[in-house]
């Protein structure tokens, strides 16, 4: 009886947590993961209703406890000693010859998003810092998009920043991290006439996101998997994107691609 309600509970809890976040659509991707998390929960529920009756009840219970024992310790190591570590940054890794700066989601003004902004943001300042450098903006156009990420991150960052456009390279034809890392390179050695072992890069993205895009430089064919983390511009975003890149990260791995 104690631990039906404990299930019950949890799945009123997750099932609370995802219509919250429904309205808004950057953060759906959150209300999908908890709303799946309470379906899961319910389902245990009624699993240990009918366990007394039912032997495959049993089984299904246990086999529930062990799944959901498997992600909390799963989720809870990820977010801790993969996402989180990934924001820590060494003053060397924000010098470098080329920024690649990750795309985002672009407003229906053209506008860059908030965490396409922080991105921008964050690729300025390095560029000030360090006025020898380049960028690399990457980004193409999505279904839901009024140009493409590339030009909107050009735009921003010369005429609001005041980035001198030579020293900013598009790259519009991603969809994707992995297209934004392996375009970058093939820019910046057939554009510029470079060796991929003659220049130093770093990739610039949301913090949340560092960790992943620094094992998929290297995966790019990166010398060096280097990343600066631009802050998640805003908190209720927080949870939605801390669980898709726990899904992202955790596919990785299972499918052997995570390598550190």
Known sequence: MIERRFWLALAALFAVGGVV???????????????????????MWLVLHGQEKYGVCRVLAVLGRVLFALFVVSFAAIQLFVIQAGMWTQATDTQAEYYIVLGALVNPDGQPSAALAARCDTAAELLAENPDSKAVLCGGQGGNEPCTEADSMFAYLTEQK????????REDMSTNTIENLENAR?????AEARDHESYTAAVVTSDYHLARAKVLMR??????????????????????????????????????????
């Open 219 to 260: 995966r790019a064919g990166y010398e060096e998997g280097l990343g600066v983390p631009a802050p998640t511009p805003c908190p209720g975003q927080w949870v939605a994107v801390r669980c898709r890149e726990y899904c992202s990260i955790l596919g990785l791995m299972l499918t052997g691609r995570w390598t550190v």
């Open 21 to 43: 976040q429904l309205p808004w659509a950057p953060s759906r991707f959150g209300a999908v993961f908890f709303l799946a998390l309470a379906v899961g929960c319910a389902g």
């Open 186 to 190: 093939t820019l910046i050695e057939t």
């Open 162 to 169: 005041g980035v001198d456009p030579a020293r900013l390279l």
